[in-house]
């Protein structure tokens, strides 16, 4: 049974599957996808660098 729950800003489905971790650089993410080790901005960062690196 999903039931939302209104957390951070936004509506989550179920807090329970929601992992909040600390990035190296210091900002708490949450963890969105598998295997993710990084918040939102060190992705993006990193996938600029991946990006610049590859071409
Ligand atoms: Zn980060």
């Not at 489905?13 to 080790?37: E, H, M």
Request: aromatic share 8%; net charge positive; with cysteine.
């Amino acid at each position: 049974m999903a039931k939302s729950f209104f957390k951070d800003g936004k509506w989550v489905d179920d807090p329970r599957a929601t992992v909040v971790s600390l990035c190296r650089c210091g900002n708490k993410y949450i963890k969105t996808r598998a295997g993710q080790a990084r918040c939102l901005r060190c992705v993006a960062a990193a996938a600029r660098e991946a990006r610049h690196t590859a071409s």
